[in-house]
RNA sequence: GGGGACGUGGCGGAACGGCAGACGCGGCGGACUCAAACUCCGCUCUGGGCAACCAGGUGUGGGUUCGACUCCCACCGUCCCCA
């Protein structure tokens, strides 16, 4: 069905083409079209959820095209124009393709950098985020974005995060949240907790200081206990990239082995478990290591003659970042406790260690050390004269072959009583019966996943919404005594507990349970939090009869297309996938992942590095606009390269991409007559050759543009499509070669191709060219179709190949059978002089493509 | 150490097993101009040739195939994730 929008019909209500302004001026044009657009309503979105009116949901095809939200830091950069032009393109291809389109935008307003410029200035965190939040709203708003500016968000308005209170209550409800004792990361600088997450090579991700570990109370979410559902819901992600699905399941780390207890000798009360992979090395398990920071530790040594040697060693570890920890090329240290554990399996006594290559974190802080098939339990035994007993040997290998290293591959059981002769995975089989038929032990699966610490001591976040009553203990702040405000202090600075502790009048409050005195809990929640719902939001930006409202969610959701840098590939990804799926556990959504697709951008450099302030080489996108216009900046953004990549930006790039857009004012400005002559068919176009190879090419980019776009996010590729349009057919105007009527009509509908084309990537310019050629509202005219008689080649070019050499080019009609095709080729000079009067042997035909004659068998 | 991605002109890149280098940048030459800017036209992978053309060419080496930038194996290099 081809489309014949009624825009040719129409006369034209506006100056013509050749009235336009000679030189094409952005600054003009970008502002008029943002205010008709405004003026327009045209990117409002419905429905979203609103208080008093009952939910209609339409039914229509839906796109729910959205960009991860900004931190508003006060400036864009290159990467936020680059995240928000691709989503932009979506966004107006699908409301062009019939879909009702919901392209919002919010602001991931909590966290650090406000807060530390409170710290600096003494301004509140609040104001300094709102004017942050109108300046980076203005710079989106002069890129013309295609943005419903009336659901827009702040994570830190109390409308909002009331609602991520709310929804911490519902995990609470259901044992979701936990408060515990742990060792946790601290930065010494930021004065804060941090994420597992937030330390990157024992660094504080932010501020780069070394970060130690220390025993506090903190809040959890049980993450891990969606550890297996976050694993199996990939398979309904199977438009994700498959580099980010891989990189979530390294993190989740799911790993088959055992559990494995082990009794303290001499206080056979107190069992240590512990997790193995390795299960049937039990036999071979010589000495047993603990984490400094496992609780038993001070236990154990206590009054004992190596209590001060360990308890020295546990406080060296606390102080060495955990990356240097768990470096395996680093010295194996520890200290002797004095104490044994039983080898659940042989009954032996072993050695308990403490070493600081094992990590609290990791399993259950606890090791049982298997010194010939472990190499880092290898390391230790040789550093520290400890037994190696062998339970593993190769077919070809004597049991008592002495190791020179660990040896970690295949064999079976040996040294193991009733396990010899076993292959590894018998004997893992017939440990872990063993051990359950005892009571000491299961076959169980461990995750690396760790549950997230999402407590901070930290003023600017969300407060955590429960009261600590002398009483009743930790009590939920009612539903409707929600939002629980951030009050008002004098200094934002951390000073080893959260600001808010200073706020006296605010912290004592009533217990909602027994009424009496009760303190405020004073952390506040980490900003994933926040935006681990904000797409739900979106839905309902100022209900208050809920965070959202079901069947509106239930309409939306999933997010069709979610785009964002591959840096977000494990956190936020991963929290968003697990709140969604709670709160479809708890029945408030229908969707149990939140991103049906999703697409990870590359980063914009300049001068072969990361743009950033501290390398001084950040181009400001204000600045780019303001010389070339905010269409020139979007289009070269897309231009730059595939949009998974990373680019590297060029000053002189960005003027090619302006030097295109005047081609196309003057090619429209150029243009004869004063409106548009019928759309050409193919008996109009039929006897003039320049005609019709320019709508047909017009017709190819149409088909090639909408593959680009709606299908293989190959945005550069779509523009470059463009400009061979926009080159083909002012190469035929300047030539004269359109004069003729059929002519004219090929011009203008090549014009109008362009144009309509342009309109993702360039909306201002599009749209005042739109108009002078007698259209409007370009941003509900339906996406152009191909005139599927024009797809049709009227002749093909046939490559002919001599033992899959090129050889020569024939041009001939299309649908000839593959004989004719043969004798064509054949009868072609250059093709005889290949074969050298040999008859071909094979005869390879690819209809439409190429003929390979191949003369020698080999 | 394990896993993954990538390697094509001077540069960004195109080619979804079938014409390597589309499109853009940069460069060279020309037209317009008193001159410049803008714009327009031509050339721009390498070697040979005045040319039409011929030969070679997609990190290296092998393989699959009538045919490989594309698929497979190994190596070299770059980047990312996990240790």
Not at 28 to 45: I, L, N, P, V
Not at 517 to 525: G, H, I, L, Q, V
Not at 653 to 676: H, M, S
Not at 764 to 777: Q, V
Request: net charge negative; aromatic share 8%.
């Amino acid at each position: 069905m081809v489309a014949f929008p009624n825009w040719y019909c129409r006369p034209p209500m506006t100056p013509p083409p050749s009235e336009l302004p000679e030189r094409y001026d952005p600054a003009a044009t970008e502002a008029r079209w943002q205010s008709a657009w405004d003026a327009a309503g045209a990117f409002h979105a419905e429905p979203v959820a609103r208080d008093g009116e009952p939910a209609r949901v339409p039914d229509a095809p839906k796109a729910y095209v959205l960009e991860m939200l900004p931190y508003p830091s006060g400036e864009i950069h290159m990467g936020h124009v680059k995240n928000y032009t691709m989503g932009d393109v979506v966004a107006h291809h699908r409301r062009r393709t019939g879909h009702v389109v919901f392209h919002p935008m919010g602001y991931d307003a909590f966290g650090l950098p406000a807060e530390n410029a409170a710290i600096r200035t003494g301004e509140a965190p609040a104001e300094v985020t709102a004017r942050n939040i109108a300046s980076i709203r203005s710079q989106l708003r002069r890129l013309g974005f295609s943005i419903d500016w009336d659901t827009e968000i702040s994570t830190a308005d109390p409308g909002y995060y009331r609602w991520t209170q709310w929804i911490f209550l519902r995990f609470l409800e259901r044992g979701l949240v936990e408060r515990r004792e742990a060792a946790v990361n601290w930065c010494p600088r930021d004065q804060t907790v941090l994420a597992n997450e937030q330390v990157v090579d024992g660094l504080c991700e932010r501020c780069k200081s070394p970060v130690e570990l220390r025993q506090l109370p903190q809040w959890f979410l049980r993450i891990t206990d969606y550890a297996q559902a976050l694993l199996d819901d990939m398979d309904l992600l199977d438009d994700w990239p498959e580099r980010v699905l891989t990189m979530q399941r390294n993190w989740i780390g799911r790993s088959v082995g055992a559990r494995v207890e082990f009794r303290v000798a001499d206080d056979e009360a107190t069992v240590v478990p512990v997790f193995t992979t390795r299960p049937d090395t039990l036999h071979g398990a010589t000495f047993f290591l603990l984490a400094p920071e496992h609780p038993l530790v001070p236990r154990l040594v206590a009054g004992a003659p190596e209590h001060d040697a360990v308890m020295e060693y546990v406080g060296t570890a606390a102080r060495t970042a955990v990356a240097d920890r768990s470096s395996a090329d680093r010295p194996k240290t520890g200290v002797f406790t004095g104490r044994h554990v039983i080898n659940p399996a042989t009954g032996d006594r072993i050695p308990v260690w403490v070493a600081d290559y094992v990590l609290m974190d990791y399993g259950t802080g606890a090791v049982m050390a298997v010194p010939a098939h472990d190499e880092r339990d290898f390391a230790f035994a040789r550093a520290h004269d400890l037994p190696v007993r062998r339970v593993i040997a190769a077919d070809d290998t004597p049991p008592d072959a002495p190791l020179d290293e660990a040896w970690t591959g295949p064999g079976h059981l040996v040294n193991s009583g009733p396990l010899d002769g076993m292959s590894v995975d018998e004997a893992k089989e017939a440990i872990c019966a063993d051990l359950a038929a005892r009571g000491e032990g299961e076959a169980t699966v461990g995750y690396r996943l760790r549950d997230w610490l999402i407590s901070r001591q930290r003023y600017w976040g969300a407060p955590i919404p429960v009261v600590n009553c002398a009483g009743c203990g930790v009590v939920p702040v009612p539903d409707d005594q929600l939002p629980v405000l951030l009050p008002h202090v004098e200094d934002y600075a951390p000073q080893g507990q959260s600001p808010l502790a200073a706020a006296e009048e605010w912290v004592a409050t009533q217990c909602p349970t027994c009424g009496g005195p009760a303190r405020r809990e004073t952390d506040t929640m980490d900003t994933f939090v926040d935006s681990s719902w904000y797409f739900l939001r979106y839905t309902a930006p100022h209900f208050t009869g809920g965070p959202f409202d079901r069947e509106i969610a239930d309409y939306w959701l999933p997010v069709d297309q979610y785009i964002g840098g591959v840096e977000h590939a494990i956190l936020h990804l991963l929290y968003a996938r697990f709140f969604t799926k709670v709160l479809h556990d708890l029945g408030l959504v229908g969707t149990r992942e939140p991103f049906a697709r999703l697409f990870t951008q590359g980063m914009i450099h300049h001068q072969g590095a990361k743009m950033s302030k501290s390398r001084g080489n950040v181009v400001p996108p204000d600045a780019i606009i303001q010389r070339f216009g905010a269409d020139t900046l979007r289009l070269y953004i897309l231009f730059m390269g595939p949009a998974a990549d990373d680019a590297e930006w060029s000053d002189s790039g960005v003027e090619g991409q302006r030097r295109f857009l005047d081609r196309v004012w003057r090619l429209v400005r150029a243009l004869p007559g004063d409106r548009a002559p019928a759309r050409p068919a193919p008996s109009d176009v039929r006897d003039d050759p320049a005609a019709e190879a320019l709508v047909r090419k017009a017709e190819a980019t149409v088909d090639k543009v909408s593959q680009d776009i709606g299908e293989r996010f190959s945005f550069h590729t779509a523009i470059s499509a463009i400009q061979e349009l926009v080159n083909h057919a002012t190469r035929d105007m300047s030539e004269g070669a359109l004069s003729s009527p059929a002519g004219e009509m090929a011009a203008w509908h090549a014009a109008r191709t362009t144009v309509s084309l342009l309109f993702p990537f360039a909306p201002h310019i599009a749209s005042e060219l739109w108009e002078a050629m007698g259209g409007e509202r370009l941003w509900q005219e339906p996406w152009p179709e191909p005139d599927p008689a024009f797809l049709v080649a009227q002749s093909e070019t046939i490559v002919v190949q001599v033992n899959g050499k090129l050889r020569d080019r024939a041009d001939v009609a299309p649908g000839l059978p593959d004989d004719e095709l043969v004798a064509i080729a054949m009868s072609l000079p250059k093709v005889q002089a290949a074969l050298g009067g040999a008859e071909p042997v094979r005869r390879i035909v690819v209809p439409g493509k190429l003929v390979n004659l191949v003369v020698s068998a080999k």
